[in-house]
T-cell receptor
Framework: DTGVSQDPRHKITKRGQNVTFRCDPI?????LYWYRQTLGQGPEFLTY????????KSRLLSDRFSAERPKGSFSTLEIQRTEQGDSAMYLC????????????FGAGTRLSVL | GQNIDQPTEMTATEGAIVQINCTYQ??????LFWYQQHAGEAPTFLSY????GLEEKGRFSSFLSRSKGYSYLLLKELQMKDSASYLC????????????FGGGTRVLVKP
């Protein structure tokens, strides 16, 4: 069990560019979540997968954001035409529907849009 | 809406005890979580309460009263490494499996 891993850890991009982040959950976890966190705030929910099915999306997730989990393992989060307001830490978490469903977080990808 | 309130900042002395309160206003409650987050790092799971009462884990304890919409995290025998943000999060039955977080309480431990 290597925990939840995210790549890259840091991403600097120019406004208008597209970016993609990857999350590898804990191997036996069937649920995967994406959150966004800005400085001094708690994480805000973006979207949630159970296996490969995307079951919920936040209203925060505009049409520039898309997430996939094609084989029910790793997930990607893509932001198209980035804006300065997209600058934040993007956190991924995973959990198992068996038991207490505790979410374990990765270290996040810090996005800076210039 | 789902309001989750916790103090913004607390300061305590090494070796002392600090209690971080969290109140929530919501229906369909399905569990409350506490996470610790050091600056620039991932939130780390500390505790989970779904029934009323106290859960103890070493130096950390968490309490829940569902009727009052209230929880606290108690940190005993404070160490310098406990300086971090502490996040209270609620899982709502009506909201899938997502967690709704408070803004976090930054705890500063002084020597």
């Amino acid at each position: 069990d290597t925990g939840v891993s995210q790549d890259p850890r840091h991403k600097i991009t120019k406004r208008g560019q597209n970016v993609t982040f990857r999350c590898d959950p804990i191997s036996e976890h069937n649920r995967l979540y994406w959150y966004r966190q800005t400085l001094g705030q708690g994480p805000e929910f973006l979207t949630y997968f159970q296996n490969e099915a995307q079951l919920e999306k936040s209203r925060l997730l505009s049409d520039r954001f898309s997430a996939e989990r094609p084989k029910g393992s790793f997930s990607t989060l893509e932001i198209q035409r980035t804006e300065q307001g997209d600058s934040a830490m993007y956190l991924c978490a995973s959990s198992s529907s068996q038991g207490q469903d505790i979410q374990y977080f990765g270290a996040g990808t810090r996005l800076s849009v210039l | 809406g789902q309001n989750i309130d916790q103090p913004t900042e607390m300061t305590a002395t090494e070796g002392a005890i600090v209690q971080i309160n969290c109140t929530y206003q919501t229906s369909g409650f399905n569990g409350l979580f506490w996470y610790q987050q050091h600056a620039g790092e991932a939130p780390t799971f500390l505790s989970y309460n779904v029934l009323d009462g106290l859960e103890e884990k070493g130096r950390f304890s968490s309490f829940l009263s569902r009727s009052k919409g209230y929880s606290y995290l108690l940190l005993k025998e404070l160490q310098m490494k406990d300086s971090a943000s502490y996040l209270c999060a609620v899982n709502l039955k009506a909201a899938g499996n997502k967690l709704t977080f408070g803004g976090g309480t930054r705890v500063l431990v002084k020597p």
